[in-house]
């Protein structure tokens, strides 16, 4: 692997770079080099992409922006037209369908176009291939007692497939000292607000129950809701961290017992904690560790480093796995934020050497990390700049896949079907490269 100053070069996408990966590392789809390219790139939709294209799906901002751009700064009809996702096929590399979350970016090589009146995904003039946006549901059209909209309160993501409960849309670990240095919830939610847009800050479980109730009668299509937001430190509505999260699943399974998989995106607790949530009906845990790197989640993760700190993290990843079940934890990393400037590692082989190492330690005990791939916001600490080249990605997927296929680990539930062509998790490739057998 070559020091990343010598692949400057590979930060610029274009055919001659995929067909390059694609000859190198055969033991991944190209349909997940190609995700991970355009994942790290964003997407410039053209206006002409956006017309005809019947009520699909639109980025409902679910969490963060996801954007390498300030919103308002979104020309062309991209702030409020573009899709949560898209799904490719075809094209040059004869994808198949590939389900990919939409970045924003209107400097990315990969443009949006219209094609006969087909949105077609082009990398300069070369078809990516055909793309369809998500279908937006038909619950969507309903607003509740409270005047709140579906796609506020309870937004599918993944074509459909896991409704996102943000229900606390702020972080408590604020500013430069203590917010993770990848993340912009807290500027996210600035940005929509400042946009004049409905963002509720704390969600109200009746608002969310009374969507639910429309998806409990009109949707085949979900499968799993994820309860999430940002850190609390102290209290928020008169309520620990603990019991705040925790009275989510608790309205949920109490009215829909078991109706959807139950997962939650939160800190690392400690067992009894954790017991709790697994008590009120929830089955996933992810206790996301970001960076496993020990100095560069100090970096990082400053807030998590003070509040909470590396060691007593990791260690209550693995000990949630004696409440759940291993196979049930499922912690994120950040893939690519420790290559970031100006505290990651210099090149790509001590970034998958450090990174690898961390997979094989929680893999080894049965317990699956995923990743997202890192999208450089412009309010974070990070900040904008190019991020990873593909290479990093590339061999990235391929050591998650080797250490998975190592341990002969089950697919982790709660994705959906894996493999190219049927995964629909759409902020990485790592659900796409599973059950893939390679090529000569
Ligand atoms: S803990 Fe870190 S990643 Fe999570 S919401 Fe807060 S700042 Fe963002």
Not at 37 to 43: A, N, S
Not at 136 to 141: I, L, T, V
Not at 155 to 180: A, H, M, S
Not at 309 to 333: C, H, K, L, M, Q
Request: proline content about 7%; overall charge negative; glycine content about 8%.
């Amino acid at each position: 692997m070559a020091k990343i100053e010598s692949t400057q070069i590979r930060q610029v996408s274009n055919l001659a770079l995929l067909e390059e990966m694609e000859r190198k590392y055969k033991s991944i789809p190209i349909e997940a080099i190609v995700k991970q390219d355009i994942l790290r790139q964003g997407i410039h939709f053209l206006p002409e992409s956006f017309l005809n294209q019947g009520d699909y799906k639109a980025k409902d901002y679910f969490i963060f922006s996801f954007d390498h751009t300030p919103l308002s700064e979104l020309g062309g009809g991209a702030d409020t037209k573009a899709p949560e996702e898209i799904r490719i096929q075809g094209g040059h590399f004869d994808l198949k369908p590939t389900v990919i979350s939409t970045r924003n970016n209107p400097n990315s090589p990969y443009q949006m176009r219209s094609v006969e009146g087909i949105p077609t995904l082009f990398l300069q003039d070369i078809s990516m291939g055909v793309a369809a946006y998500p279908p937006k549901p038909a619950w969507y059209r309903h607003t509740t007692k409270n005047g709140k909209l579906p796609g506020e309160i309870a937004p599918v993501i993944e074509w459909g497939y896991l409704i996102y409960l943000t229900v606390f849309r702020n972080c408590q670990y604020f500013g430069k000292e203590e917010e993770c240095a990848y993340c912009d919830i807290n500027h996210n939610y600035r940005q929509q607000k400042g946009a004049g847009r409905p963002y509720t800050g704390v969600k109200d479980t009746d608002d969310i129950l009374e969507v639910l109730s429309w998806i409990d009668a009109e949707d085949e299509i979900a499968k799993v809701y994820t309860i999430t937001g940002g850190s609390v430190l102290t209290n928020l509505k008169k309520k620990s961290e603990v019991d705040f999260y925790l009275q989510y699943p608790q309205a949920i399974e109490e009215k829909f017992p078991k109706r959807w998989m139950g997962k939650l995106v939160a800190q690392a607790f400690e067992k009894e904690d954790c017991q709790k949530f697994k008590d009120a009906g929830i089955q996933i845990y992810h206790p996301n560790y970001e960076v496993w790197d020990r100095e560069l989640f100090k970096k990082i993760c400053p807030g998590k480093e003070a509040w909470i700190g590396y060691d007593t993290w990791i260690r209550r990843v693995v000990d949630s796995a004696e409440v759940f079940g291993p196979e049930n934890v499922i912690p994120n990393f950040v893939g690519g934020v420790e290559l970031s400037e100006p505290w990651g590692f210099k090149t790509v082989a001590e970034a998958i050497h450090s990174t690898s190492e961390g997979l094989d330690f929680f893999m080894s005990k049965g317990i699956v990390p995923r990743f997202t791939a890192w999208c450089p916001e412009p309010y974070t600490t990070l900040g904008t700049q190019a991020g990873p080249p593909l290479e990093y990605f590339c061999e990235l997927l391929t050591s998650w896949k080797s250490i998975f296929e190592k341990y002969n680990l089950p697919t982790p539930p709660g994705y959906g079907e894996p493999g190219p062509g049927k995964a629909v998790f759409s902020v990485s490739a790592f659900m796409d490269v599973i059950g893939y057998k390679g090529r000569a």
